[in-house]
């Protein structure tokens, strides 16, 4: 995925594709509104990368409505892969190396 141009506009650094920043984006919102954890907390941004990554990585968003919402099927396959135990590392390697 390509970031977007910046038509030097940027400060210089590493262009961010916009899919990452709105995965992003997504991922706090449903942490947030889960009401699991304080958001303040680092549980809670390490849990927002974790879940944003394996929602980028596996292209739920680019099948999910503009709300962001997720079918009650999708959501279920993020719990799979993110599960304590589950082999969440291993499978994020895999799909980086693709």
């Known amino acids: 995925?390509?970031?977007?141009d910046t038509r030097g506009t940027g400060g210089?650094?590493?262009p961010v594709p916009m899919a990452?920043?709105?995965?992003?984006?997504?991922?706090?919102?449903?942490?947030?509104?889960?009401?699991?954890?304080?958001?303040?907390?680092?549980?809670?941004?390490?849990?927002?990368?974790?879940?944003?990554?394996?929602?980028?990585?596996?292209?739920?968003?680019r099948e999910a409505p503009?709300?962001?919402?997720?079918?009650?099927a999708r959501a279920d396959e993020l719990r799979v892969l993110t599960a304590y135990g589950a082999a969440w590392r291993s499978w994020v390697c895999e799909r980086l190396t693709e």
């Open 66 to 72: 503009l709300s962001g919402t997720l079918s009650e």
């Open 20 to 61: 990452w920043l709105y995965t992003e984006y997504v991922a706090d919102e449903l942490l947030r509104t889960g009401d699991l954890m304080e958001p303040t907390t680092l549980e809670f941004r390490a849990g927002r990368d974790a879940l944003a990554l394996t929602m980028f990585l596996s292209g739920l968003l």
């Open 1 to 4: 995925m390509r970031p977007e």
């Open 12 to 14: 210089g650094g590493l």
